[in-house]
């Protein structure tokens, strides 16, 4: 059973950077799309990034577009998502996503239902 475990959350002035970081445990996540989702209070989780298994490929959605990047280290079994002028909109839980396909496009992670593992979430506050 894979464990994602999200930490770099923490409050940020608007215009700030945060680096978001997901560990994988229990299995090597060398050969699966990851991703990362958000939820701000009262609203649904949605889609933020994701990306290939071995990096090449990379999704956003349209909010975060052109300020926010997701990388990975497969060797450190880690993802990435680099924030930059983080605004009032952004401050959301973020959750760190997988699915369970081993080579899977990482396209099919824009959709909640083929998410099969969820981290335990990291908040992000941006302030005004």
């Known amino acids: 059973q894979v464990q994602l475990v999200e930490s770099g959350g923490g409050l940020v002035q608007a215009g700030g950077s945060l680096r978001l970081s997901c560990a994988a445990s229990?299995?090597?996540?060398?050969?699966?799309?990851m991703g990362w989702f958000r939820q701000a209070p009262g609203k649904e989780r949605e889609f933020v990034a994701a990306?290939?298994?071995?990096?090449?490929?990379?999704y956003y959605a349209d909010s975060v577009k052109d300020r926010f990047t997701i990388s990975r280290d497969n060797d450190k079994n880690t993802v990435y998502l680099q924030m930059n002028s983080l605004n009032l909109d952004d401050t959301a839980v973020y959750y760190c996503?997988?699915?369970?396909?081993?080579?899977?496009?990482?396209?099919?992670?824009?959709?909640?239902?083929?998410?099969?593992?969820w981290g335990q979430g990291t908040q992000v506050t941006v302030s005004s």
């Open positions: 996503a997988s699915n369970r396909g081993a080579f899977a496009v990482a396209s099919i992670l824009q959709s909640r239902s083929e998410v099969d593992y």
């Open positions: 229990g299995r090597t996540i060398s050969m699966y799309p």
């Open positions: 990306i290939s298994w071995r990096g090449g490929s990379t």
